[in-house]
Structure formats: structure tokens, C-alpha cells
């Protein structure tokens, strides 16, 4: 076939071609002017399609022989076209456009490339070659890596046609430099995304030699672009491999090196200062993955003059660059003032939020074995948390407690406890408040380390540890956990024995509260100070939050110190606790404590000579105690429970009582308290027995009665003594005890409880001696009355009243006990000068009657009693006492003749009596009282034989006597 009919068959095709073409163009051109969205997957497909058609043209322009140029430049224009429509696609949410951007260049660039002369110029080729290298670009970030290659194979044959291309001045120079650079980035990218990491390489090496080559020739913008693209891939290795792929790290390195030596010789303009910090930034991540620390540190040196420049400080990007540099200085071991000083740049730039200080703590955290550094960067950012006013509450809270965590495992407790002092203070210092939830916390930790030294019995540092509690930061909220920090602080003191420590830390906490003083307690009882500890025992039991179970403790701890006034204090004081008006059982208890009590007081008294007036007043305060307990639980009828304390009670107050008589000078009247209270306690015992008791107990019921009177006469008989008078009251009082022990005494021995002769013996003696103290008090009381009474019993010729006492008709029956009373009671009222006549006369006759009928008195107090008699009845000078008078005197002559030669009876009474004999009986005559008279002269007559010059004396009275009876004689 010829060569003309062979162009005739191929003209067709390239027309047919080149129609199809121009319809889909002007199909496609009316579906962007319409700008409507869900056009577009049929536009792309309508692109794909031309530019399918294109590259088709292309193809079959090569065969055809003949001359096509009006359709190329028709394509050729078309191209340009769709290339510039490519830049003016709208995006909308659902569709970013890029998809209709490269189908728009790829059918542009093939168009484009369709309608080039069979030689383009190289004008022509440098543009051709940068519109393949951008398609390639734009479909290889579409992920369209076929097609790209497709487009970049095609810019290869036009870049080989451009570098072969000749240009002898150099027109075209810095045009070709830029355009292969950028086709070599665009090759290179497209490789790399592919995974065809050998050609990406390779274009790198490619870029490298046209930019060490051409740099001059190369914009400003080319170069920062160059230094972007290999830092991106730089990048991307970085960001698609595992955080620890050093070998990986290793591959960055290379790329981000390529990219910083293009950026770190352009000037400070702003797109490369911002481009060199980010390449930095990366670089510095790949040296810190590829652990070349050293590499890593002095690329972030590097950045610092970068950084500073930048106006944006605050940016994430700024603030992760600073959190590496501080993961370097970390790996590469630096010293605690390098990484303080990290710490303070991420500090200085972070804004106090839960995240960013959780951040910082959790970093402190990986350091704990770094106490000093962390302490300074946690109180350094405490400082500026406190400093800034967008802080949250929270954040301090937070890093106060992180402290806390971190000083609990500080091996410098010294150091810890500064560093605690020093944020509390600082907190407080600043204003800021301590709310109370994080307030606890805080304290709880505190306490939680105070506890675990404790345990191990690390006292100092326990001591510490509860004294940070007591930091005024924790004080605004509750001043009372400053109280239990300081008793903590204090126990700890206790058991390192350092007691003045533990003396000056518990004076800190208020005087209110029970377990301050307990440990008060605590501290003077292991001091020795029995005053200091008794003080706070008393001082415990008067707070208002006061808890018996101290006083339990107390009481081991006092019982373990063998301190008995302390143990005795609590003791007491555990007693006034109790309320024996609730149960039997409480009873009981009582009791038991009572009896502890009182051995207590008594162990004391035997040791101890200078307290003896303290404690026998105490003990019986507590015998009395345990009366008025003993009389509750009667009342409450469960006496039967404590029985055996009554039993031991009466015995004990009885025994201590007995020794009081011998043992205690000046205590009379506690003597007869413990009387008092052994009586009483034995009363009820025999109530409450349900058998007959023993007689000894009687007998001793009957011995404390009598001995609680005697002792308070006695003591009566002291005052007295001292100061001369009493008052009534109490005299009468006691002679209404008086009158009550005789009537029990006798009661006792009318029911037939004594039996012993020897004990009725005692008992009437008892009865005798308290008729003597009846009549002392009732004379010391003038009760002249009431005395008379108790003479007139014993005396035949007075009239008994009828309210006087039955008892005291005994008197005169009771032998010699009688007249020793009556005598006893004589020298009372004789030694009385305000004691009546009549009651002096009286008792002397009772003593007198007495010793007459049981012959028990002594001549010589005879003799001088009934002198006394005779002068008081004589002075009244009646003719009744006249008559008494005579027929004492005949007794004495009765007596003195029944003596015989007795000599007992005193000389000089027997003068006496003779004398007054004598005289009476001369005034007798004188009155004309003759009877009277004669029998006063034979008494004195009688008298005469028993005094020397008696028969002398008897002749010359009977003379006068004759004499006068001759002259008064009646006639």
C-alpha cells in the first residue's frame, strides 16, 4: 500500500480521537460550570477518559505522517485550560476537591503533552516537564501511585530532553534548575510513598547535587520547599515506625540532616526560621530514638536561640521540644541543675491544669531516686502554681500531696522535713486557702508516715512527721488537728524517753482536752513528778470530751510506776466516775475500787511521816465513801452483793481506828469517824447476815461506839484546852451520841448478845465512863438540869424526873464502877464555880451514898468529900441541912469507930470535924435548938476519942455543954 492511502486511513482515527475528545471537553466544561457536587464522579470519569483519549493522541500521532498541528495546538489549548480550571476547584464539606484537581491536571498535562511538536523547544520542555512533576506530585498525594509513575515516566523522557537540550547562554539555566528540582522532589516523594525507598534515595542524591551545585540559581522559596520535603519524609519515618525502632531513628537522621543544611544557610526570614525549628525539633526526637543523646541535647541547644526568637513560646510544639530536651538530659544522666533547669522551662510555659501538672508529677515520679531535684522542681512549681491566677485549687492540692509522697521516701529526713515546712509556708504566705477535703488528705499522709516510723519504733522521725501536721496551713480549717498532731508528736517523745521534749509539745495544745492531758499525765508520771501528774489526772477528768478509758490506762500505767499517791489520784478519780445509783453491778465496782483505795492509803501512811495528816483525813473520806455506797446498795436492796466488802470495810476502819488511839496524836475526831464507820458498817453486816453472827462482833460494835464518843470528848476536852471555849452545838451534839451509844450499849446487853462475865464487865464500864462525858459536856453546856438528873438517880432523898434516864438507876448497883462515876462526876462539878449549890451538894451525897454502901472509896476522899458536904449544907443553915449535915458526920464517927486502929482516916478532917461539931452545937443553943444542940455535942463529944488529948478535949465539952444546958434550959 502506498504511503498516501496509508495517511488517509490514519487521519480518521486521529479525528475520530480528537472529536471524542472535544465532546467529552465540552460535556465536562458544562458540568463544572454548573458547580454542582454531586456532578463530580462524573466529570472525573469523563477526565479519566480524555485523558485516556490524549495520551491515545499521542500515541497515533506518532504513526500518522500527516501534519496535525491545527488539533494539537487545539489540545494544546485545551490543556491549558483545564490546568488553570484545576486551581479554581471549590471545596465543600464532603468533598475537599483534590480528587477533581488531579483527574482536571493529569487530563491537562496529557493534553498538554498531546499537542507538542514532534522537537519542542526547551522553553517548551521546561514547562512541559513542570506540569508533569506537579500532576505526578498531585496523584501520588492521591494515593494514585500507577498513574503517577505513568505521568513522572513521561516527565523523565522530557527532563532527559531538556538536560541534552542545548542553551549556550545560559538563558534557560536558572528556569532548568528550578524545574528539575522540582521534578526530582516530585520523583522522589512519589518513590517514597510508594515504598520505593532505593529511588527516593536516589532522587535525593539527585536534589543534593543540583542543590549543592545550583544553589545560587535556586529561589529562596524553592530551597525552604526542598528543606520541607525531605524533612517530611524525615518526618513520616519517624511517625509510621515503633517509638523505640532505633535503626529506623537512624534512617530519619539522614533525611532531616539533608533538610536542616539547606534551612540552616538561608536567613532568618520567617517561613525558613519556623521550617528550621521544626526540622530541629525533629531531628532532635531522631537523635533521642537513635539514642545519640549527646547529638540530641546539642540539637536542642541549638533550637534555644531559635526559640527564643519565635514570638510563640507558649505553642505545644515549643512546649514538647522542652519536654525532650528534659527526656535527653534524663537518658544522657545529667546533673540535678541541668534538669532543674528543664524542669523550670516546661514549668514556666505550661498553664496550670489537672493534665499539665499530672504530666509533671508523673515525670517526678521516674526520678524519685533524685530527692533533692525533685523536691526543688516540685516547690518550684508549687511557687508558680501559686503565682498564677488561672491555677485551679486542684493543682496545688495536688502537688502538695505529691510532696508529702515524695518526702516520705527522702533518705535526708532532715531535708524532707524542710522541704515540707517550706511549701506549707509558702501556701500560706501566698494566701491561698487549704480546702478541707485536700486539708485531710494531706494530714492523712502525715500521719500515715508518722504511724509507719512509729511502728518501727523510729521515734524522732515519727515525732517530725506528726509535728509537720501542726503547720498553721492545716490549722485554718480545724485547730483541733493541730491538738492531735502535737499528742502524736508527743507519744513519740514518751517513748524515747526525751520527756521535756514531750512536756514543751503537749504545753502547745489547748487545756481543754482529756487526752492532752492524759498524756500530761503520762509525761509526769514517767518524769517522777507525782504533783504534775496527779494535776493533769485531776485536769483530764474535768474535760469536756473525758473518756473512762483513760482513766483505766491511767491506772496500769500509775500501778507499773509503783507511784502510790499517782495511783491512789486515779483511783480516786475512776471512783468519781462511777454512779452507784444505776445497777448492783456498779456496786460492786465501787466497792472493789474502795478497797483498792483504801490499801493504797494505808500503804502510804505506813511510809510516809510527812503526809500523815493528808492521808488519814483521806482515808476517811474514804471509809465515809464507802458508807454512803454501802447505804445505796441497801436501798437498792443488793447489800447482799458486797457482803464480804461490808466485812472487810468495818474490820479494816476498825483496826486503822484502834491504831489511830495509840499511833495518831491531834486526830481524835478521825478516830471516831472510823469508829463511827466501823459501827455502821458492822450494824449492817449483822442485819444483812442471814445467821446469827458471832458475839465478838458484838463486842466490837459495842468497843466502837464507845470509843467514837471517847474520842470526840477528848477531842472537845483539846479544843478546850486551846482555845477555851466551843461552840454549843456541836457540845450538844455530842451529848446526844452520847446518850444514843449508852441506849445501843444497853441495848446490846438486854438481848443478851454479850454472855462473858469479863465483857458485861466492860460493858457496864462503858456505861459508867459515858455518864461521866454526859455530865462533863452538860456541865461544860451549864446544863445544870440535865445533871441533876443523872445525880438525883444514885441520890433517895431527891425526886427522880420522869424523862431521866432508866440506865442511870444503875449506877448505884454497879459496885465499884458507881462510885468512880459519881466521884468523877463530883470533881466535875466542883471544879464548875458557876455549878448550883444544890448540884454540887447532890452529887457529893450520890458519892458519898455510894462508897457507903459498897465500901469502895478511900477514907482520906471520904473524909474530904463530906467536909465539903457539911460546909454547903451547914451555910444554908436550915434545920433540914442542919439535920443532914449531923448525920454525915455521925457516919464519919461510925466509920472512924468501925476503923479501930485505922489511921487512915485524916488527922486534920478529924479536927475539923470535931471543931465544926463543936461550934454547930453552940449556935444551936443559941437559937434555942436543944435537940439539935445535943446531938451536935455528942458527935463532937464521940469525935474526941479519936483525936490526941481526946479525953481532955470530951470533959471540957461536956462541961460547957453542962453549963449550957443548965442555962438554956426551959424552967
Not at 479519566?48 to 487545539?74: M, P, V, W
Not at 512536756?503 to 489547748?510: K, N, S, T
Request: negative net charge; contains cysteine; charged residues 25%.
Amino acid at each position: 500500500m502506498s504511503g498516501t492511502a496509508r495517511k488517509k486511513k490514519s487521519l480518521p482515527s486521529l479525528q475520530e480521537t480528537f472529536e471524542s475528545i472535544k465532546d467529552l471537553l465540552s460535556t465536562t466544561k458544562t458540568q463544572l460550570d454548573a458547580n454542582d457536587v454531586s456532578l463530580r464522579p462524573s466529570i472525573i470519569e469523563n477526565l479519566e477518559r480524555i485523558s485516556a483519549l490524549a495520551e491515545s493522541f499521542l500515541n497515533g500521532r506518532s504513526k500518522a505522517d500527516e501534519d496535525c498541528t491545527e488539533l494539537c495546538d487545539i489540545l494544546d489549548q485545551e490543556g491549558v485550560t483545564l490546568w488553570n480550571i484545576s486551581g479554581l476547584v471549590n471545596k465543600y464539606p464532603d468533598d475537599d476537591g483534590r480528587a477533581l484537581a488531579g483527574a482536571l491536571r493529569l487530563a491537562a498535562f496529557r493534553l498538554v503533552e498531546a499537542g507538542l511538536d514532534g522537537k519542542p523547544g526547551l522553553e517548551t520542555l521546561i514547562h512541559v516537564l513542570g506540569l508533569a512533576s506537579k500532576t505526578g506530585a498531585t496523584l501520588s498525594a492521591l494515593g494514585q501511585y500507577d498513574v503517577a509513575a505513568s505521568v513522572l515516566t513521561s516527565a523523565a523522557k522530557y527532563e532527559e530532553m531538556m538536560r541534552v537540550e542545548n542553551d549556550p547562554n545560559g538563558t534557560y539555566r536558572h528556569s532548568k534548575t528550578c524545574v528539575r528540582t522540582v521534578y526530582f522532589s516530585c520523583r522522589m516523594e512519589s518513590a517514597w510513598k510508594e515504598g520505593n525507598y532505593s529511588v527516593a534515595e536516589f532522587m535525593a542524591q539527585k536534589l543534593m547535587t543540583i542543590y549543592d551545585e545550583q544553589r545560587q540559581v535556586l529561589p529562596v522559596h524553592d530551597r525552604v520547599v526542598l528543606a520541607a520535603k525531605f524533612h517530611g519524609i524525615g518526618k513520616s519515618i519517624l511517625h509510621n515506625q515503633p517509638a523505640k525502632a532505633q535503626g529506623k531513628a537512624s534512617d530519619a537522621i539522614g533525611w532531616l540532616q539533608k533538610a536542616f543544611g539547606i534551612v540552616d544557610q538561608e536567613e532568618a526570614n520567617s517561613g525558613a526560621l519556623e521550617l528550621k525549628i521544626s526540622i530541629l525539633r525533629t531531628l532532635a526526637r531522631a537523635y533521642f530514638l537513635s539514642e545519640s543523646y549527646d547529638s540530641a541535647e546539642a540539637t536542642l541547644e541549638e533550637l534555644s536561640p531559635a526559640l527564643d526568637a519565635s514570638k510563640d513560646h507558649d505553642s505545644s510544639e515549643y512546649q514538647e521540644l522542652r519536654w525532650l530536651k528534659l527526656a535527653t538530659l534524663k537518658k544522657r544522666q545529667a546533673g540535678d541543675t541541668a534538669l532543674l533547669d528543664s524542669f523550670k522551662s516546661i514549668i514556666n510555659h505550661i498553664d496550670f491544669t489537672e493534665v499539665t501538672v499530672t504530666e509533671i508529677l508523673r515525670e517526678l515520679r521516674t526520678l524519685g531516686h533524685q530527692q533533692s531535684l525533685v523536691s526543688a522542681v516540685t516547690q518550684y512549681l508549687l511557687k508558680k502554681a501559686l503565682q498564677s491566677n488561672d491555677t485551679e485549687a486542684e493543682s496545688v492540692d495536688r502537688i502538695l500531696l505529691s510532696l508529702i509522697v515524695h518526702c516520705s521516701k527522702d533518705e535526708v529526713h532532715s531535708r524532707a522535713m524542710e522541704n515540707l515546712d517550706e511549701a506549707f509556708t509558702s501556701v500560706c504566705e501566698a494566701d491561698a486557702e487549704l480546702r478541707s477535703i485536700p486539708a485531710t488528705a494531706c494530714l492523712s499522709l502525715l500521719w500515715q508516715y508518722g504511724d509507719r516510723h512509729y511502728r518501727v519504733k523510729r521515734w524522732s522521725l515519727a515525732a517530725d512527721w506528726f509535728t509537720a501536721g501542726t503547720h498553721r496551713l492545716f490549722g485554718a480549717q480545724n485547730s483541733s488537728t493541730a491538738s492531735k498532731c502535737y499528742r502524736k508528736a508527743a507519744l513519740c517523745y514518751i517513748e524515747q524517753r526525751e520527756y521535756s521534749r514531750a512536756a514543751a509539745v503537749i504545753r502547745c495544745c489547748p487545756s481543754n482536752e482529756a487526752a492532752t492531758h492524759y498524756l500530761s499525765f503520762l509525761i509526769g508520771t514517767y518524769q517522777g513528778l507525782e504533783e504534775e501528774a496527779i494535776r493533769s489526772v485531776n485536769e483530764m477528768v474535768r474535760s469536756p470530751d473525758f473518756d473512762r478509758q483513760m482513766l483505766l490506762l491511767a491506772t496500769k500505767v500509775s500501778h507499773e510506776s509503783e507511784m502510790k499517791n499517782v495511783l491512789l489520784a486515779v483511783l480516786e478519780a475512776l471512783l468519781k466516775t462511777l454512779n452507784v445509783c444505776d445497777n448492783g453491778e456498779t456496786v460492786v465496782e465501787a466497792m472493789a475500787l474502795l478497797r483498792c483505795i483504801i490499801r493504797l492509803v494505808l500503804k502510804l501512811h505506813a511510809e510516809s511521816t510527812t503526809m500523815r495528816s493528808t492521808l488519814i483525813k483521806s482515808m476517811v473520806a474514804h471509809f465515809n465513801t464507802a458508807k454512803i455506797i454501802v447505804d445505796k446498795a441497801s436501798e437498792q436492796k443488793t447489800i447482799s452483793l458486797i457482803i464480804k466488802d461490808v466485812s472487810w470495810i468495818w474490820r479494816t476502819a476498825y483496826n486503822c481506828a484502834v491504831q489511830g488511839c495509840s499511833d495518831w496524836d491531834g486526830f481524835q475526831e478521825q478516830i471516831s469517824a472510823l469508829f463511827d464507820i466501823s459501827k455502821h458498817m458492822l450494824e449492817v453486816f449483822c442485819q444483812a447476815s442471814p445467821i446469827e453472827v458471832e458475839p465478838d462482833l458484838y463486842i466490837h460494835l459495842m468497843n466502837a461506839f464507845f470509843s467514837s464518843v471517847a474520842g470526840r470528848v477528848f477531842a472537845v476536852r483539846e479544843t478546850l484546852n486551846a482555845h477555851g471555849e466551843i461552840k454549843d452545838e456541836q457540845m450538844r451534839e455530842i451529848t446526844a451520841e452520847i446518850r444514843s451509844c449508852k441506849a445501843r450499849i444497853s441495848q446490846i446487853i438486854e438481848n443478851n448478845k454479850i454472855t462473858g462475865d469479863d465483857d458485861l464487865l466492860r460493858s457496864r464500864y462503858f456505861l459508867h465512863t459515858l455518864r461521866i462525858f454526859e455530865a462533863e459536856i452538860l456541865a461544860q453546856l451549864n446544863d445544870w438540869d440535865q445533871l441533876s438528873q443523872i445525880i438525883s438517880v444514885c441520890h433517895p432523898h431527891c425526886v427522880v424526873r420522869p424523862n431521866a434516864s432508866i440506865m442511870l438507876q444503875d449506877a448505884v448497883t454497879s459496885g465499884a464502877l458507881a462510885v468512880t462515876t459519881y466521884e468523877a462526876i463530883a470533881d466535875i462539878l466542883w471544879e464548875e464555880k458557876e455549878c448550883p449549890v444544890n448540884v454540887l451538894c447532890g452529887g457529893l451525897e450520890a458519892v458519898l451514898r455510894a462508897s457507903l454502901q459498897h465500901n469502895s472509896l478511900s477514907l482520906e476522899k471520904y473524909a474530904r468529900w463530906l467536909r465539903a458536904i457539911a460546909t454547903i449544907v451547914l451555910a444554908r443553915n436550915t434545920s433540914a441541912d442542919r439535920i443532914k449535915a449531923i448525920g454525915y458526920v455521925e457516919q464519919a464517927v461510925n466509920i472512924m469507930e468501925n476503923s479501930g486502929a485505922d489511921e487512915s482516916y485524916p488527922m486534920d478532917e478529924r479536927f475539923w470535924l470535931l471543931a465544926t461539931s463543936y461550934n454547930t452545937g453552940l449556935e444551936c443553943f443559941e437559937a434555942s435548938i436543944l435537940d439539935e444542940a445535943k446531938r451536935w455535942f455528942e458527935a463532937s463529944t464521940m469525935i474526941c476519942k479519936f483525936v490526941p488529948g481526946g479525953t481532955e478535949r470530951a470533959e471540957k465539952i461536956s462541961e460547957t455543954y453542962a453549963q449550957l444546958l443548965s442555962r438554956y434550959a426551959p424552967t
